[in-house]
């Protein structure tokens, strides 16, 4: 079974609301503001520094949703997930870089924006997302995927990355 365009398009709304929507309302909310008011060159370079930690963020969202099509088999989506374990790329180096490259987008928007309620959702999501983890999506993991995601949890951090690449090898 092949993912759809439109699997792969629903499966993009939470992300999209989550670094994209709801940030803008808070901004709305709050008096849209760029920096931190240090006046410059200091706000240009933390609005520089919190479009740096973006860029690398939406990179790294867009390589792991890239990873779950191609290699996975799947979407982001639970209604379609993944029939193979990918344990490629950046997954290598640590479980969960999807949510760290969304982790990372929240954290430059807070920096880029001079935004302690961004940071605030930056950590509620983090919080969310741990949580979900360890209850339901690891074990979900390993009813789908047996003893293979046993030995790639216990070779692959959580939220960690490793410095060198697990190559599958190491037990």
């Known amino acids: 079974m092949k993912t759809s365009t439109l699997d792969l398009l629903r ?33 240009g370079v933390v609005v520089m520094l919190g479009a740096v930690i973006i860029g690398n963020g939406l990179y790294f ?16 989506a639970p209604w379609s997930p993944t029939r193979k374990l990918v344990i490629v790329g950046p997954y290598q180096h640590v479980r969960n870089p999807m949510i760290s490259g969304a982790l990372a987008v929240l954290l430059g928007e807070s920096i880029a924006f001079g935004s302690i309620e961004i940071f605030a959702c930056f950590l509620l999501f983090f919080g969310i997302n741990h949580v979900y983890f360890i209850t339901s999506e690891e074990p979900g993991l390993y009813k789908r995927f047996g003893d293979e995601y046993l030995v790639y949890k216990k070779n692959v951090p959580r939220w960690m990355p490793r410095l060198t690449p697990w190559s599958g090898s190491d037990s």
């Open 61 to 76: 969202l867009a390589t792991c949703i890239r990873l779950f099509m191609y290699i996975g088999k799947g979407t982001l």
């Open 11 to 43: 499966s993009l709304i939470l992300p999209f609301t989550v670094l994209l929507i709801i940030p803008a309302a808070i901004l709305r909310l709050s008096g849209f503001r760029i920096g931190w008011g240090l006046g410059l060159p200091w706000d």
